[in-house]
């Protein structure tokens, strides 16, 4: 896995002949979690996610899927412990699919979120530094929509890398170069992260953003953070 992030993508729904054995992997907790849920589709989406994401860290940690602990950082972050501490993972979804990052090169975070309308000017104020509105407000209409996605899972992405919890506040002290010529559309490429306010002091980081590839089922922007640039290699779970 060295240099190298992994992000799987997946769809919730799982034909039920291949679910059976999954819950066999959840832990007490995450066992009384899945007995909670009143909703049988949302109990199945459950366990499949906690599932998915234990079998994925058995494959890289070398560790049996049922055998793996975890543990929750102090804003809700969650890490595997003790032995498995240089395996980082990540979590993002959407209410039909998700995305799961893997590495071992360092903390990861990443965020996903479908297109859809909104009132971007809006939105903008809301997360984007001084400088970053400037240069939002000189963008076309057309470009206008993809950017301020671009910004969100970065800037969320961000956060939950550094495991600081969700903070509109913070995002606003988060910098990221997405504009055009730099488009996160363009190509993937590792852009430079500025962090000011509070969150300076964090180290260096870098975001790369782009579009979940097809055949997801909506159109769909994505960002993972890294404090290395580092090859990115998508996965689709069938």
Not at 156 to 166: D, H, P, Q, S, V
Not at 190 to 197: Q, R
């Amino acid at each position: 896995m060295a240099e190298a992030i992994h992000v799987y993508w997946y769809g919730h729904s799982v034909p039920s002949k291949e679910f059976s054995s999954w819950p066999d992997l959840l832990d007490k907790t995450e066992l009384e979690t899945y007995h909670s849920i009143e909703r049988p589709e949302v109990a199945e989406s459950f366990a499949y996610r906690r599932s998915l994401l234990r079998r994925l860290l058995a494959r890289h940690s070398g560790t049996p899927a049922d055998q793996l602990t975890f543990d929750t950082e102090p804003h809700g972050k969650p890490s595997l412990i003790d032995t498995h501490h240089k395996l980082h993972f990540n979590t993002s979804q959407t209410r039909t699919s998700g995305l799961i990052s893997i590495g071992d090169q360092g903390p990861v975070g990443i965020d996903i979120e479908i297109m859809r309308q909104l009132d971007a000017a809006a939105f903008s104020e809301k997360i984007l530094s001084p400088s970053e509105r400037i240069e939002f407000a000189a963008l076309c209409s057309k470009d206008r929509l993809s950017t301020i996605f671009g910004y969100w899972t970065a800037k969320e992405a961000m956060i939950k890398a550094i495991g600081l919890g969700l903070n509109l506040n913070l995002l606003r002290q988060i910098s990221v170069p997405l504009s055009p010529p730099n488009m996160l559309i363009k190509q993937a490429e590792w852009l430079p992260v500025k962090l000011t306010g509070p969150l300076e002091g964090h180290g260096e980081w870098y975001i790369c953003t782009q579009f979940v590839p097809a055949p997801f089922p909506h159109p769909a922007i994505f960002s993972v953070a890294s404090q290395k640039k580092l090859r990115l290699n998508i996965h689709q779970v069938s």
